[in-house]
C-alpha cells in the first residue's frame, strides 16, 4: 500500500510518496520517491510577513503539479501539511484557500509542538535504548523543534523561532537565543549522557558530508570541523567546490550553528541522524489512521 505525504517548508517543499508493506505482524517503511523544489518561502515570510504574488503563484503551481502525482500513484491517503513560513505569513489564509480552490488540496498549518510530535513519532522509538535519554532535534528553516526524552518517556518539548532562514537574515534577537540556550541546559541537567537524533536536510547533508554510514554517531568534535570547513568558503566556493545545491549553501552554516549551540549546552558528544522528517511522520500517522479504521 502507498502514502503520500506533502511538508511544506520554509526553504523548500517536498512531496513524499512512501510503501508500506505488512508481513506476518510486522510493519516497514519504505521511500518510493521523494520530490524537492526549493521556493524559499520564508524569505517572504519572515522579512516581509507575507507571501508575495510571485512566490504565491510558484507554490500554486508546485501544488497542482503535486496533486496530479498524488493522483497518478493512486495512493490509499495524503496529506499536507505546512510550518513556519506560513504560520508567520499575514495572508496565510489566503494562501491556503487559494490552494484548495486551485489545486484541490487541503493544506493543514499546524504549530510548533504538533510539529515536533509528528517528527518524534517517526522512527524514535525504533532507534533509542529505552534506559537512556535522548534530545531529538529537528532544525527547519524558521524554527528548530526540540524533544526530549529519558528512559522512554517525553519530558520537555518545545518549539523555538529560531530557523536558518531567520539565523542568515539576523531576525533572532538576543533573547530569543539566550532563552533557548538556557531551557536546553536546564531541560537536560540530571539526565546523564544525552544522545542527539537529529532530522531535517540540513542535518541529514552535515551527516553525509562528514562520511559517516549507517546508525553511526557523529560526534560533536567531527561536527565543528565540518561546520568550521564549510564555513572557511565562500557560498559560492561550497557549491562549485563542495558540491552543494545553491539552496543549501547559504543555510547550511546557520543549521550547524544551531545544532553545535544545542549540543554544547546539553553537554551531548554524538548525534544520530536516520534521515527521516516530518513527511515521513506524516505517512506514518496515515497508515495509522487507515489501521484503526480497517479495523473498525
Known sequence: MKFASIDIGSNAVRLLFCNVIEDKGKVSFKKSELIRIPLRLGEDAFLRKRITQQKAARLITTMKAFKHLISVHEVIDYKACATAALRAAENRDDIIKRIRVEAKLNVEVIDGKTEASIIYSNHAADQIDKGGSYMYVDIGGGSTELTLISKGKTIASKSFNIGTILLLYDKVGKDTWLEFKEWVRKSAQGKGDITAIGSGGNINKLYKMSEKKGSNPLPYKKLKL???????????????????????????????????????SAGIKNIMVPEIGLSDGIVRGLYQKYKSKRRR
Open 226 to 264: 565540518l561546520a568550521a570547513h564549510i564555513e572557511s568558503y565562500s557560498t559560492k566556493d561550497r557549491v562549485k567546490i563542495l558540491g552543494l545545491n545553491p539552496d543549501r549553501a547559504d543555510v547550511i552554516v546557520p543549521a550547524a550553528k544551531i545544532l553545535l549551540t544545542i549540543m554544547k
